[in-house]
């Protein structure tokens, strides 16, 4: 394996990621008025709430423990991954076996354990609450309104590289030029190496939503990380931001410049489904790849003549 180079290359020793934190304590105000009374991470795209998804791209990536941060109202979330022993009898005793197991496997699939920001201060805030839970090892941050299905999730991809290099990494895509000032964009210099070739590129800066003449480049942060406990030290030093929040693309700065931060461009598509626009497009593509609803629902949007 090739040396990484970040700006001062200071890998951490490299220890498996078992823990992932999921954000979900923010007020979902680009939803309102769905996201008044319920988590924004509960929208349903097609049958399965968002932080399902979330919960499953975890458990394909090798994660054993998720931590989820979680805020006023947003007691469903936890409900959702609870066991349901009333419902699974009730669904037993109807000969709906399928169903009970299906109830049954969301309280399987993964440890979970939940802990609560008080206050919305931010993503950086929400990722630092979770501080004692993760302790003195790696972890992933995923997005809980992001989902990115696919068969190859894009959190083992950052896993691979966190353990094979010892330096944190963050998923990039690319964005329309004209698109950059509704993004954290990445000042990057390619650092090509197998097997990731030119997917790699070693993180000089991060700028939060610059205009197009002004961005560095067309490489959009997605939504999901990896990252040494370091990011920690980070984060307590990351002063309020924009908003008066503690944001996480601060604290990814000081660990870029300090210890190196890859970016990565992942294979795969995100949907920000925290946003209505972008809801609609995952229901409607995730609904067209459903075995049981795909042929009618094409048959139906055909049937438009858009
Ligand atoms: P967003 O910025 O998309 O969430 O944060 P938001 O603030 O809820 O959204 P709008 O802009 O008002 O519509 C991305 C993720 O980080 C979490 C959110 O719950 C979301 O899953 N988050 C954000 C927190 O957990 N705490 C925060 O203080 C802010």
């Given at each position: 394996?090739?040396?990484?180079?970040?700006?001062?290359?200071?890998?951490?020793?490299v220890?498996k990621?078992?823990?992932?934190?999921?954000p979900?304590?923010?007020?979902?105000?680009?939803?309102?008025?769905?996201?008044?009374?319920?988590?924004?991470?509960?929208?349903?795209?097609?049958d399965?709430?968002?932080i399902?998804?979330?919960?499953e791209e975890?458990?394909?990536?090798?994660?054993?423990?998720?931590?989820?941060?979680?805020?006023?109202?947003?007691?469903?979330?936890?409900?959702?991954f609870?066991s349901a022993?009333?419902?699974?009898?009730?669904?037993?005793?109807?000969?709906?076996?399928?169903?009970?197991?299906?109830?049954r496997?969301?309280?399987?699939?993964?440890?979970?354990?939940?802990?609560?920001?008080?206050?919305p201060?931010?993503?950086?805030?929400?990722?630092?609450?979770?501080?004692?839970?993760?302790?003195?090892?790696?972890?992933a941050?995923?997005?809980?309104?992001?989902?990115i299905?696919?068969?190859?999730?894009?959190?083992?991809?950052?896993?691979?590289?966190?353990?094979?290099?010892?330096?944190g990494?963050?998923?990039?895509e690319?964005?329309?030029?004209?698109?950059?000032?509704l993004?954290?964009?990445?000042?990057?210099?390619?650092?090509?190496?197998?097997?990731?070739?030119?997917?790699?590129?070693?993180?000089?800066?991060?700028?939060e939503?610059?205009k197009?003449?002004?961005?560095?480049?067309?490489?959009?942060?997605?939504?999901?990380?990896?990252?040494?406990?370091?990011?920690?030290?980070?984060?307590?030093?990351t002063?309020?931001?924009?908003?008066?929040?503690?944001?996480?693309?601060d604290?990814?700065?000081?660990?870029?410049?300090?210890?190196?931060l890859?970016?990565?461009?992942?294979?795969?598509?995100s949907?920000?489904?925290?946003?209505?626009?972008?809801?609609?497009?995952?229901?409607?593509?995730?609904?067209?790849?459903?075995?049981?609803?795909?042929g009618?629902?094409?048959?139906?949007?055909?049937?438009?003549?858009?």
């Amino acid at each position: 394996m090739a040396n990484p180079k970040p700006s001062t290359p200071v890998p951490a020793p490299v220890h498996k990621v078992r823990k992932a934190v999921l954000p979900a304590a923010g007020l979902g105000t680009r939803f309102l008025p769905a996201t008044k009374a319920q988590p924004k991470e509960m929208l349903s795209v097609v049958d399965k709430p968002l932080i399902q998804y979330v919960a499953e791209e975890c458990v394909a990536s090798g994660i054993e423990h998720i931590i989820i941060v979680t805020g006023k109202g947003k007691n469903a979330i936890e409900d959702h991954f609870d066991s349901a022993p009333a419902l699974e009898r009730f669904l037993e005793d109807h000969g709906k076996k399928d169903l009970a197991e299906m109830v049954r496997k969301i309280t399987n699939m993964v440890q979970v354990s939940y802990t609560r920001q008080k206050e919305p201060l931010g993503l950086g805030h929400a990722v630092l609450v979770a501080r004692d839970l993760v302790g003195d090892e790696p972890f992933a941050v995923l997005l809980g309104d992001v989902i990115i299905p696919g068969p190859r999730p894009a959190t083992r991809q950052l896993v691979e590289v966190y353990e094979a290099t010892g330096v944190g990494a963050i998923a990039v895509e690319e964005v329309p030029r004209e698109k950059t000032h509704l993004y954290g964009i990445v000042a990057g210099d390619p650092a090509p190496q197998p097997p990731w070739g030119a997917r790699l590129q070693r993180i000089r800066d991060l700028v939060e939503k610059p205009k197009p003449e002004k961005a560095p480049s067309n490489l959009a942060i997605t939504g999901r990380y990896v990252l040494p406990p370091e990011i920690f030290d980070c984060l307590a030093r990351t002063k309020p931001g924009a908003g008066g929040e503690i944001q996480l693309t601060d604290a990814l700065r000081i660990l870029a410049q300090e210890r190196g931060l890859w970016a990565y461009i992942y294979e795969g598509v995100s949907y920000d489904a925290g946003d209505k626009l972008g809801f609609l497009k995952a229901t409607v593509e995730i609904a067209l790849q459903n075995a049981e609803l795909g042929g009618d629902f094409r048959k139906y949007l055909k049937s438009l003549q858009l």
